[in-house]
Nanobody, 127 residues
Framework: QVQLVESGGGVVQAGDSLKLSCVES????????MGWFRQSPGTERKFVAA????????YYADSVKGRFTVSRNNAKNTVYLQMNRLKPEDTATYFC????????????????????WGQGTQVTVSP
């Protein structure tokens, strides 16, 4: 069974940077569309960024565009989320997700399109 394990979360101040990592347990990683989502207590899980397999096209939520960068290292079965100029409103649990299904640009932003999820890593940004 494919597993995703996130790491890299922590407590930082506004303006700082963090880099999240998500390691997939199977070699099928190279055939998976990957996504990052985040969730705060009492709210729905929301799209942050996505990265396609193959061409490696990236997609971002408007709230993080220009500050966050998603990338992947297929040799390490790992997808990254580099987060710069963090804001208090970025505070959330961040989840990595994967699916082997082909997705349209809009579908990549939908939680229900992803089959495999990690356990999440907490990011807290203080003012």
């Amino acid at each position: 069974q494919v597993q995703l394990v996130e790491s890299g979360g922590g407590v930082v101040q506004a303006g700082d940077s963090l880099k999240l990592s998500c390691v997939e347990s199977e070699r099928t990683f190279t055939n998976h569309n990957m996504g990052w989502f985040r969730q705060s207590p009492g709210t729905e899980r929301k799209f942050v960024a996505a990265l396609s397999y193959g061409a490696g096209t990236t997609y971002y939520a408007d709230s993080v565009k220009g500050r966050f960068t998603v990338s992947r290292n297929n040799a390490k079965n790992t997808v990254y989320l580099q987060m710069n100029r963090l804001k208090p409103e970025d505070t959330a649990t961040y989840f990595c997700a994967a699916t082997p299904d082909p997705l349209t640009s809009d579908q990549r932003r939908e939680v229900e399109r992803y089959d495999i999820w990690g356990q999440g890593t907490q990011v807290t940004v203080s003012p």
